[in-house]
């Protein structure tokens, strides 16, 4: 048995809290967001950070296990069932309007955790299976067109002003989000109306999965609405939009404040090196993210399964983990008061990597 898998079963104590939150009422609905805002980033506090990388030997057997990957399929049908459940849980006429609240939460940090996190992960596969598999549960949060942008737009366009999802330093996050949301959704049609014209495919037909997205996302409302009606319908859209915006907040701190240069002379950017990404190494983030927090390394190497991402020590380190910084991000001046220091004591040995 790989016993340095199964920590990654953890992730499984997501859609465990969630359930609660969705099932008991009064505060217990916002359960999910105090495991996910309190307990987690107090966890990352109290434990050590760990840079330790696996040896060659260890990466070439890890890479060949199906167990890595197999956690993350079952992630698939949990949130499905989550997210049917979050429907159910509305219909309950007794509900009040703060339990209602905290059912919504509950079902956004479900979205951010599993569905975008896993469905992030699973879209760098190359097989179909695990495309269609990342296509349903980004179809959960309403952000199916992710794949495509986040592919094709932002891996290649990250830490440059070409990409929406690069904050500046400087930049508050509420205007960042806006300007994500709207400028991966623009990108992902741009990118898929260049792709059809150098297949020479026609813009409106089946082969445009930028349509094939629209319609399957807009099917999934009608039949909500159909069966629940507008109101939960309308919560639902809530939940889901929270989840996406959860990953815009990760987009925020994962590249805050570092750019890429442009050569003298040159047109294109340099290469993507793990300097252009934050990394974390506090460990409970990176075993409930499947190791996105080492973000750096995904970055630099794109096609590297989870289990095997690396610590570098020239990419610059999050003070706290995802969760605490993600806190902290929500109050745009103290975030900057954390990591501004943070920034410049990396500029001294870095000077060229920073805006």
Request: charged content about 20%.
């Given at each position: ?8 079963l ?6 465990i809290i ?19 805002y ?10 050590p ?13 890890a ?8 956690m ?13 459940y ?20 509950s ?9 975008i ?12 299976a ?5 296509k ?22 990250v ?37 059809l014209?150098?297949?020479n ?9 930028m ?11 009608l ?6 009606g ?5 919560f ?24 890429r ?22 460990p409970?983030?990176r075993?409930?993210?499947f ?31 995802y ?11 103290l ?6 220091p943070v ?13």
């Amino acid at each position: 048995m790989n016993f340095r898998a199964l920590k990654y079963l953890s992730v499984l104590t997501v859609p465990i809290i969630v359930l609660i939150g969705l099932t008991f009422r009064g505060w217990w609905t916002f359960f999910p967001l105090f495991y996910a805002y309190a307990f987690i980033p107090f966890l990352e506090i109290v434990i050590p950070n760990s840079e330790e990388n696996l040896s060659k030997a260890e990466e070439e057997i890890a890479k060949e296990d199906p167990i890595y990957d197999w956690m993350l399929y079952s992630i698939v049908p949990a949130q499905v069932f989550v997210m049917c459940y979050f429907i159910y849980s509305l219909t309950d006429p007794s509900l009040t309007g703060f339990e209602t609240v905290g059912r919504i939460a509950s079902y956004g940090i479900s979205c951010g955790v599993m569905a975008i996190n896993v469905g992030h992960e699973l879209g760098h596969r190359k097989s179909w299976a695990e495309k269609f598999m990342s296509k349903t549960l980004l179809t959960t949060t309403l952000y199916t067109h992710f794949i495509i942008e986040h592919n094709y737009g932002h891996h290649k366009n990250v830490s440059t002003d070409d990409d929406p999802a690069s904050a500046k330093k400087g930049e508050w996050l509420y205007p960042f989000m806006i300007k994500s949301v709207v400028g991966s959704y623009k990108s992902a049609w741009e990118i898929e109306t260049k792709r059809l014209k150098r297949a020479n495919l026609p813009f409106f037909s089946v082969y445009n999965e930028m349509i094939r997205f629209t319609l399957l996302i807009v099917g999934m409302l009608l039949a909500i609405f159909s069966i629940v009606g507008a109101k939960i319908t309308l919560f639902y859209i809530i939940g889901a939009s929270l989840g996406f915006l959860f990953l815009e907040t990760i987009n925020y701190i994962e590249h805050y404040g570092l750019r890429r240069k442009k050569k003298a002379g040159k047109k294109f950017y340099e290469k993507v090196q793990p300097h252009h990404s934050w990394n974390s190494n506090h460990p409970v983030g990176r075993i409930l993210l499947f190791e996105l927090t080492r973000h750096s390394d995904h970055h630099a190497n794109a096609s590297r399964k989870y289990q095997v991402l690396r610590h570098f020590d020239e990419a610059p380190q999050m003070p706290y983990g995802y969760p605490g910084m993600m806190l902290l991000a929500y109050f745009p001046p103290l975030y900057f008061k954390v990591i501004h220091p943070v920034i410049e004591r990396y500029k001294e040995t870095n000077p060229d990597v920073l805006a």
